[in-house]
């Protein structure tokens, strides 16, 4: 399945401004890319923040549903979010040692 590798999105930074993020798969891993304008370059994000990965996720699992992307795409992305942030694994705490 040949599908775009190529997501993007708006959002707000910290400070209010806009900002414009993309993520790029190649290789079998994400690339994201930010800018502030529209006429600016793209700069690379070496490790993008977890709002951009959820947003990645999101975007991810509407192109799922609506069967552009294969079901595996949303899973590696998800096993991906696990290896960079454990603490937000989605099992509850028990509060048992």
Do not use: H
Request: aromatic share 10%; glycine share 6%.
């Amino acid at each position: 399945m040949s599908a775009k590798a190529e997501i993007g999105w708006k959002t707000r930074a910290a400070d209010g401004s806009r900002r414009e993020v993309y993520a790029r798969r190649i290789g079998g891993e994400w690339l994201f890319f930010e800018r502030q304008r529209r006429f600016e370059q793209w700069r690379a994000q070496p490790s993008p923040p977890l709002e951009d990965w959820l947003c990645l996720l999101d975007a991810i699992e509407r192109r799922v549903n609506r069967r552009l992307l294969p079901p595996a795409a949303a899973v590696q992305v998800r096993k991906r979010l696990r290896e960079l942030y454990p603490e937000i694994s989605g099992q509850p705490e028990t509060g048992q040692d």
